[in-house]
């Protein structure tokens, strides 16, 4: 950027105080919210066990009404307690019908989740150690093992016979040629 040319300072939409009422006020207005709904709850649990469970006038009853009351409500207890578990199976048994159908569905199109993996690094040693168990005892220095050139000896073992190489083309052709390498490997095994 040239140095007469100075970037003007972007000035908010909202300022900040605007910004700070705007929370409060979004705040408030959660919180009654949530206060309107939890009064909603209590009064929909207040409504279903007035249905349920009307109150029970237990004064003037003699010891017989009372234990035909306690037995009614024992008799009550356990049908709702039945009508629980019988609930809870069909919601186990649901869930379980759901997995598998999902596990269908993932086998059907062929895709399965595949886990989040991390990167660790690891020495070529340490997979060494990993793969050959107790047998690895040589380093992995690959420079040791590399075996030593020497510029001179390079230039020895070249042929001077590399001028034209369409004549070695020419003398190797055919039959003549492959009987005179034939020769030439049989040669110096005698």
Same mark, same amino acid.
């Given at each position: ?23 409060? +006020? ?6 009654? /919210? ?15 066990? =007035? /249905? ?8 003037? +009853? ?43 569905? +993932? ?18 040693? =340490?997979?060494?150690?990993? +793969? ?38 020419? =003398? ?19």
């Amino acid at each position: 950027m040239p140095e007469g040319l100075v970037k003007p300072e972007r000035k908010p939409k909202i300022s900040a105080s605007r910004k700070l009422m705007l929370k409060s +006020l979004m705040v408030a207005k959660a919180k009654e /919210e949530l206060e309107q709904e939890i009064l909603v709850k209590e009064e929909e649990k207040h409504r279903y066990l =007035a /249905e349920r469970a009307p109150p029970l006038n237990m004064s003037g +009853l003699s010891l017989g009404q009372l234990q035909d009351l306690c037995r009614e409500l024992h008799a009550k207890i356990d049908v709702v307690d039945e009508e629980r578990y019988d609930i809870e199976a069909k919601v186990m048994l649901n869930t379980r019908e759901i997995k598998d159908l999902n596990i269908k569905v +993932l086998d059907l199109r062929g895709k399965f989740k595949r886990p989040n993996l991390r990167r660790v690094r690891v020495s070529a040693d =340490a997979i060494l150690r990993s +793969l050959l168990g107790s047998k690895h005892k040589v380093s992995m220095d690959l420079r040791a093992n590399l075996k030593s050139v020497k510029k001179e000896d390079t230039e020895k073992k070249r042929p001077v016979e590399d001028s034209d190489w369409r004549k070695n083309v020419e =003398a190797m052709s055919g039959m003549e040629g492959r009987k005179k390498m034939f020769d030439a490997a049989k040669g110096p095994a005698q």
